[in-house]
Structure formats: structure tokens, C-alpha cells
């Protein structure tokens, strides 16, 4: 079956780095997505990977892909305040184009 | 900006009535999909269309359809509204086989009384 699971919270202190971790449970998923929502706002993508990688670095994001397991993970170095908001990670077929499965979110909130 | 347009932004409805929701995508995307995100939660693939047809959809009732135009934009029906009907609605687009780049617009949140 399909189904992607995320913790709820996070709280980081401002410049530490942020780990925001996800499993999945579909084998056969090809893109694995993080997205980022701020208050009121729509989804904005953040990276993805395809699934044959362990990893992708983009700036201060890196995303590690642990294929046995069905773990993902998005690590943000030096979290700022701006970083504040609710992380989706997300999953799809090739097959299913643009059909993606959503975890529940994780909001990450910012200590001073 | 993500080259997605959705209209409106905001509406109220009352429950029995029917809406309909409107998403221009990117320049060269030929697939749209179609997302109901409740509060609090993530968002529910509802369906997809690809040249003109639907070609997969979530466990939504027959009362949430879809249109898809030449142009490649798109429009969600939701007749006989409910008050869980009541969400942020996402449209999102895509150029079949490059799945990798999906990109959402900003949404249309109803509000149903």
C-alpha cells in the first residue's frame, strides 16, 4: 500500500541544523519529494530525488535516501527563522505521473 | 512563482451548492493533478488529467469531477458541497515523464457553511 509517515514536530535552535525524517512504504515509488507550506500559503518545492540516489545536496539542503529501509530524510544546515513552517514529504509512481502521496507534515519551529 | 495559476483564491459556499475551481499550468505541462488539503493535514490526490482524460484518481466520490481543455488548463466541479468539503485546493502540473518537477499553485480555499 501507499502511505507516508512524518513526525508531527520539530523545534531547532536558530543556526543548529534541522533533521526532518519520513518513511514510506511503497517499493516501487520513483520521486521522492520534500515540500515546504508557510502559514496560508501553497506548496513550495523544495528538492526531490530520484530513487535510484542515496543523495542530493542543494545549498543548505541535503536529502539522504535510504532505499532498504524506505527512509528519507531532509537536513537543513543553519536553520534560520525564515525556515519556520510545515515540511511534507511526499512519494510517486512514474507510472502515476503527477499522482503523489503526502505525509501528515512536520512543522519546524524556530527557537531564538 | 511556479507558472500555476489557480482562481479564485478565496469563496464561501453553502452546503447543496456547487463550485467550480480553475488552474492555468505551466507553459508545456500537459498533466494536471488536482489536490484537497484539510486543515492540519497533508494534501489528498483527488485526480489527475492527461489529454483531456482522467487517467487516475483518489478515493474521492463521483461528485468531485474534472474538465481538461486543449490548452492543457484544467477545472475541478464539486456539486452538492459538504461541510468537510470545506479545504485548500491544489492544482498542480507537469510534463508527462518528468515527474521530478511538479509544481503546485497557491490554491483556492473554500469555505463551506
Known amino acids: 500500500g501507499e502511505d507516508v509517515e512524518q513526525s508531527l514536530f520539530l523545534s531547532v535552535r536558530e543556526g543548529d541544523s534541522s533533521v526532518i525524517n519520513c518513511t514510506y512504504t511503497?517499493?516501487?515509488?520513483?520521486?521522492l519529494y520534500w515540500y515546504k507550506q508557510e502559514p496560508g500559503a501553497g506548496l513550495q518545492l523544495l528538492t526531490y530525488?530520484?530513487?535510484?540516489?542515496d543523495m542530493k545536496q542543494d545549498q543548505r539542503l541535503t536529502v539522504l535516501l535510504n532505499k532498504k529501509d524506505k527512509h528519507l530524510s531532509l537536513r537543513i544546515a543553519d536553520t534560520q527563522t525564515g525556515d519556520s513552517a510545515i515540511y511534507f514529504c511526499?512519494?510517486?509512481?512514474?507510472?502515476?505521473?503527477?499522482?503523489?502521496?503526502f505525509g501528515s507534515g512536520t512543522r519546524l519551529s524556530i527557537r531564538p | 512563482e511556479t507558472g500555476v495559476t489557480q482562481s479564485p483564491t478565496h469563496l464561501i459556499k453553502t452546503r447543496g451548492q456547487q463550485v467550480t475551481l480553475r488552474c492555468s499550468s505551466q507553459s508545456g505541462h500537459n498533466t494536471v493533478s488536482w489536490y484537497q488539503q484539510a486543515l492540519g493535514q497533508g494534501p489528498q490526490f483527488i485526480f489527475q488529467?492527461?489529454?483531456?482524460?482522467?487517467?487516475g484518481r483518489g478515493n474521492f466520490p463521483p461528485r468531485f469531477s474534472g474538465l481538461q481543455f486543449p490548452n492543457y488548463s484544467s477545472e475541478l466541479n464539486v456539486n452538492a458541497l459538504e461541510l468537510d468539503d470545506s479545504a485548500l485546493y491544489l492544482c498542480?502540473?507537469?510534463?508527462?515523464?518528468?515527474?521530478?518537477?511538479?509544481?503546485f499553485g497557491e490554491g483556492s480555499r473554500l469555505t463551506v457553511l
Open positions: 488529467y492527461y489529454r483531456e482524460e482522467e487517467n
Open positions: 511503497d517499493s516501487s515509488s520513483t520521486y
Open positions: 498542480a502540473s507537469v510534463r508527462w515523464g518528468d515527474t521530478g518537477e511538479l509544481f
Open positions: 530525488i530520484f530513487s535510484n540516489m
Open positions: 511526499a512519494e510517486t509512481l512514474y507510472s502515476s505521473a503527477s499522482k503523489i502521496i
